[in-house]
């Protein structure tokens, strides 16, 4: 019994070191990418219920409805929450997307992946927009890396992030920034930030 036990044990380790995936764990938007068949044939090592851990996974919007979305294929596929579907607004089915998030193994149901951020794949950076024009048509700047610069009007810490609320000089539109880091900066300064944006906010590594 005691060597049968050491041999599942060194065959597990086995499995998990084997499963191919690419370390690029860069920034808060990339984490290891894994395949979406790595997923379906070994759900247990990536089943985030179990052993937390975040993930990023490289596909095609195979679905895209109200109640309904995948990235895959026919033959392999991974739902998404549909609670979280307002960050792919302006996606379209056939896009190729990086999805980060979380994984959900559901033995005696189907496996859903919890995306905290979607973007356009390979990247897009657009550079410096204006805040205007991103509340105009926030779905043409969706999943995509862009600045904004405008006057800092409210700042708060919560959970672990900062938020913030950037607003245009001429228009007084302003855009919620969702930054990850420590900050100095005070209500009333002229501040730039880069980020990507998903949903109704510029989620952030970088402002100054």
């Known amino acids: 019994m005691k060597y049968k036990l050491i041999f599942t044990i060194i065959l597990l380790f086995l499995s998990i070191i084997s499963v191919p995936h690419v370390s690029a764990e860069t920034s808060i938007f990339q984490r290891d990418v894994v395949d979406i068949k790595d997923l379906e044939n070994n759900p247990r090592i990536y089943d985030s219920t179990t052993a ?19 990235i895959g294929s026919d033959e392999y596929f991974l739902l998404l929450d549909v609670t979280y579907l307002d960050i792919l607004e302006g996606f379209s089915k056939g896009d190729r997307v990086m999805a980060t998030g979380s994984f959900k193994h559901v033995p005696l149901g189907k496996d859903i992946f919890n995306q905290e951020y979607v973007m356009h794949y390979p990247k897009r ?13 926030p779905a043409a700047y969706n999943g995509k890396f862009i600045k904004v610069v405008g006057n800092l009007t409210n700042i708060r810490d919560s959970s672990g992030k900062t938020i913030m609320y950037i607003e245009d000089v001429e228009t007084e ?3 919620k920034v969702l930054f990850y880091g420590v900050t100095t900066l005070e209500k009333g300064m002229k501040v730039q930030a880069e980020g990507l944006l998903n949903g109704d906010s510029l989620h952030s590594e970088n402002v100054g």
């Open 125 to 137: 950076e657009l550079g410096e927009v204006a805040i205007s024009d991103v509340k105009n048509n």
């Open 173 to 175: 539109k302003s855009i």
């Open 52 to 70: 937390y851990r975040k993930i990023s996974v490289i596909a095609d919007i195979n679905e895209l409805e109200r109640y309904s979305a995948s």
